[in-house]
């Protein structure tokens, strides 16, 4: 599959530099741009190359996030978190990754208290 990386390249340059800081929470789900990543690396979809996270830990502008996926695919690393805009939802731990908050385009909702608590747990159990 060819990606088209010269147009996310573009996008990014805008997002650093024209992008405003979102204000955030950990549970929080945003709309984010990924962009295109490298071999299995989840990647943003659609022309703004985002994807729904999760955010796991405030850092100031940056924090920690989980992206979200709709497939039904079993694995350890995906935890079935509910329904996110009216379609069942997963959270994708083996792709943690650290973002600056540019490039949250628009805030989804909360998660669940306690869904987000057995995430942590599943986390903490990587260790």
């Known amino acids: 599959m060819q990606k088209d990386f010269d147009n996310w390249n573009n996008q990014k340059k805008v997002i ?3 992008g405003e800081n ?3 929470h950990p549970r929080d789900i945003w709309w ?3 962009g295109l990543n490298i ?3 989840q990647d943003g979809k659609d022309v703004d190359f985002e994807r729904p996270v999760l955010i796991l830990k405030a850092f100031g502008k940056i924090c920690l996030v989980a992206p979200l ?3 039904l695919q079993k694995h350890k690393y995906r935890i079935p978190i509910g329904l996110i805009e009216e379609k069942k939802a ?3 731990l083996s792709q943690i990754k650290v973002v600056d ?6 805030k989804i909702g909360v998660l669940n208290k306690e869904v987000f608590i057995n995430i942590q747990k599943h986390i903490k ?3």
């Open 16 to 18: 650093h530099n024209s």
């Open 22 to 24: 979102k204000f955030y």
């Open 32 to 34: 984010c741009r990924l």
């Open 39 to 41: 071999g299995y690396e």
């Open 69 to 71: 996926t709709t497939s």
């Open 90 to 92: 997963t959270v994708i």
């Open 101 to 106: 908050t540019k490039r949250f385009s628009e």
């Open 125 to 127: 159990s990587f260790f």
